[in-house]
């Protein structure tokens, strides 16, 4: 059985090596290349181009001129953000991606005259990015009901005339129209029915939950002063 030996330090000094071996230089110390940022939005520019570009279009405001022109530094950001947003996963599956982007970019250069750059934030300092991820999110969001909206008007109609073919024409009228058999009818009716009950459904249970949340607004408007307040006290 093989064991290890070990060697002594008398043995290691007593050690002898060829004349012609070369010194080896140690290995050069690991130097730990300095992380490279995630983000791809410089933050802090962008909120001060915003701020600069909102001063100016206050001051063109109140002397009645011209609107300025929106810098090209924040048309880059604005796309960058709302191209990045639309491969988050959920919006990445929309087979109408590059219009979702197209409406965030117009919508954005549409209302960048309401930043605020006092608005409060967590810093404390002006935070454009957020701002300009907002109004992205929400150009998105709108999109999105907007072609759900148009789908459902597309199945509405495709369900009334599958209705109707089925209620005036017969079995062999289907079968000259291309080979269709009323079970075919049968079957996209149920489909088209189908996707037009789910869309009235959410529609139904999203605008009850407006419904509620406007009123629960209205009940906490007296806690809050306003308006409501004056008209509880004149009571």
């Not at 950001?77 to 219009?99: G, L, Q, V």
């Not at 189908?194 to 007296?222: F, G, H, L, N």
Request: net charge negative; hydrophobic share 35%.
């Amino acid at each position: 059985m093989s064991h290890t030996e070990f060697i002594t330090e008398n043995q290691i000094d007593s050690l002898e090596f060829p004349d012609d071996m070369e010194d080896v230089a140690p290995p050069p110390p690991v130097v730990k290349e300095p992380s490279k940022s995630n983000y791809y939005i410089d933050n802090k520019k962008l909120s001060m181009a915003l701020v600069e570009w909102k001063l100016a279009f206050d001051a063109a405001k109140e002397q009645g001129l011209e609107s300025p022109r929106v810098p090209e530094y924040i048309g880059d950001c604005i796309h960058k953000i709302a191209s990045n947003m639309s491969t988050k996963f959920n919006f990445r599956n929309y087979s109408y991606r590059d219009e979702m982007v197209a409406d965030a970019n117009l919508n954005a250069l549409l209302y960048l005259h309401n930043f605020n750059p006092k608005a409060a934030t967590r810093s404390g300092l002006p935070n454009g990015f957020w701002y300009l991820s907002q109004l992205c999110h929400n150009s998105f969001i709108n999109r999105i009901k907007s072609e759900k909206r148009q789908q459902y008007y597309k199945n509405r109609v495709m369900l009334d005339m599958l209705s109707n073919m089925s209620d005036l024409l017969g079995e062999d009228d289907l079968v000259e129209m291309g080979n269709i058999s009323t079970p075919d009818v049968q079957a996209m009716y149920a489909d088209f029915s189908s996707k037009v009950t789910e869309y009235e459904k959410s529609e139904s249970e999203r605008s009850k939950k407006t419904k509620k949340k406007d009123e629960i607004a209205e009940e906490e408007a007296p806690k809050k002063g306003g308006l409501f307040a004056f008209m509880e006290k004149d009571k």
